[in-house]
């Protein structure tokens, strides 16, 4: 007796944008919860042949925002700040641990709270933490953990999440960096995440480049890069230019590129207080008009 083959085929087609409309989102600020660095997006209005560039006022809605950079320039920090900040207006966040148990990430985040003056009460039944370090699996099965985390997303209505680091997801397999952060992306897009996926710098990659662990795959997929750097004032022509004492540590940011609205090109100075909050400071072209 013959058996068929059958074979089960799915219609693919590609849409006219028209048929898409209700699925466009719309444009606004989302609070980093990083001063000075909300300040640094843009958008544009157009009135008749007149152009008017209007601040954004906060990381792009439903953007994948890449922080990379070397040890110690408050890559994790401004990750924090961005989780408590959307929590404290009333947001369930998502907070993808792949290196810190919980109970010192909380620990870390109470004590960010209490520098910001934010009710720790009203915010840690915001936070939901999945960490990867309990759940080793998670770590060598992408697809277990995309769906994970969609589950957790639909279960508790999250409306951001943050990913501590994406590099730690593809430690010693680098080859793959490109198909789990493409992976990664896409649940974030599905659910319209405004995220910031956090990846390490290796020594050998530029301190003010894009690269990060994983090369440029990262930045490539992803929809807008900040590099954050350090540098130490080892002469005094660059403490005398930054009016810091001999020895000491200057941090910086840059916006490498952001696929979803304007954004400031200029490196900008930041400050790190003893509390471990970030701020953005001011551009460093400032300090050559003193």
């Excluded at 074979?7 to 606004?28: D, N, R």
């Excluded at 843009?42 to 007149?50: A, K, L, P, V």
């Excluded at 050998?204 to 890069?225: F, M, Q, R």
Aim: with cysteine; charged share 25%; aromatic share 6%.
């Amino acid at each position: 007796m013959a058996v068929k083959d059958t074979v089960e085929t799915s219609v693919i087609e590609a849409l006219p944008l028209s048929k898409i409309k209700e699925g466009i989102p719309k444009l606004f600020g989302i609070p980093s919860g990083v001063p000075g660095l909300d300040e640094l997006f843009f958008t544009f209005e157009y009135d008749g042949d007149g152009v008017k560039k209007v601040p954004l006022g906060g990381l792009p809605s439903s953007a994948v925002i890449h922080i990379t950079g070397v040890p110690d320039t408050g890559k994790s920090l401004m990750g924090e700040q961005f989780a408590l900040s959307q929590a404290s207006r009333g947001y369930n966040v998502l907070f993808v641990s792949v290196e810190i148990p919980t109970p010192f990430l909380a620990q870390s985040l109470k004590e960010r709270s209490r520098a910001l003056r934010l009710d720790w009460e009203e915010i840690e039944d915001r936070i939901f933490v999945l960490d990867i370090t309990k759940y080793p699996e998670l770590r060598d099965n992408i697809v277990k953990l995309d769906r994970v985390i969609s589950e957790t997303i639909e279960t508790n209505n999250i409306k951001s999440t943050v990913v501590d680091s994406i590099t730690g997801l593809y430690e010693g397999k680098e080859m793959i960096a490109r198909t789990i952060v493409r992976k990664l992306y896409e649940v974030m897009k599905r659910y319209y995440q405004t995220s910031i996926f956090i990846s390490q710098k290796r020594s050998s990659h530029e301190e003010e480049s894009a690269e990060a662990a994983g090369g440029y795959a990262v930045p490539h997929i992803l929809d807008c890069t900040i590099v954050l750097s350090k540098m130490v004032l080892s002469s005094k022509t660059l403490a005398n230019l930054y009016n810091r004492p001999l020895g000491d540590t200057i941090h910086t940011l840059r916006i490498d590129g952001c696929r979803m609205c304007g954004h400031d090109r200029r490196t900008h100075l930041v400050e790190i207080d003893e509390r471990g909050i970030v701020k953005v400071v001011k551009p460093i072209e400032d300090l050559a008009r003193r």
